[in-house]
């Protein structure tokens, strides 16, 4: 389907136009939750995660059969800045080994049934480094979020956004300073595994695009525009078309919630189709989770990015949809109920 959306305002609108979960499902799988063969709330969070699938779904009794995960690629001018323990070109060197199968995305896919599609974006034409101007221009940014927005198979039933772009924690961090409180040194992390060295000069990085860009400051689209690549616009816009085409999307790691979380600044519940998969060890994420309000389901000690964390958890949402719409009810087990 072609994006309905030709620039950054058209983008808003959509967002601002999206329709929220079928009321009517959420009646129904709640009133089913509460007939299962279990005491009430016995299944914890997996019974919360049922429901919200079910609204979004439009169906009481859903089950998650074609997931999707789309890695998007993309470069960053602030890279040569020398912000990532790895050189700029392991970004289009990943993207062969995805594409060869070789990668930890390409076994999670597998091991949960997951369809993956890679999509490089520009390699050969990294963003503009965002201490000296917007990494992206208006055409640049709305070309990537249609990419993104493109990407998103109607027939999928989750969605799995991943990024692979060297030098794009220092973009996840700029993004988060200019859209929440704090400064650059509460939002850089390690990324890739850069010394204290590495963290400092990441700090700086970060404090000149901010003052570089003080048209960001507090607006989600100028912010992905200026602070962030190719791959954070496009994850945004695959995150927003997951919401047109009614499938819900699990959140990955730090890069792809500081994407979301631009889409949440635009337009407040713009991500209410989504949960967090887990909590990366990049720094700045579990602020950043706290910030859009997602509690993330797993807790591994990941911080890989190509959406490996959130395809761990299409395992958790998998099994939820097995339980609520698989298991019998009291009546129909012959099991006597609490009362
Ligand atoms: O998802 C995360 O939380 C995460 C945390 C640290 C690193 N990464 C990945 O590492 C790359 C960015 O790290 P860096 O050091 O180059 O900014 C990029 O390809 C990300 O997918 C991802
Ligand atoms: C090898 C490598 C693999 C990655 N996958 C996602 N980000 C990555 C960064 C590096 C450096």
Redesign the pocket.
Known sequence: MTQPFSSLADFKAVLEQASGPDGSAIEAAQERNNQLTKPPGALGRLEDLAVWYAGWRGDATPRIENPQVVVFAGNHGVAARG????PAEV?AQMVMNFQHGGAAINQLCATFGANLDVIALDLDTPTADFTAGPAMSEDEVVTALSTGWNAVDPAADLFVAG????????SGAAICAALFSGSAEDWV?R??G?DDAGLALKARVVTEGLAANPQAKGNGLETLRCLGGRELAAMAGAIASARFHKIPVII?????TAAAACLEKTCEGALDHTVAGHQ?R?AG?VQALQEIGKEPLLSMGL????GS?AALAIGVLKAALDCHSGMATFAQAGVTDGG
């Open positions: 912000v990532s323990a790895f970004t990024e692979m772009g060297i030098g794009n924690t220092t992390g990324g890739t850069v990955d790691g730090f890069i792809c990366s990049e994420h911080r890989l990015g190509e964390g």
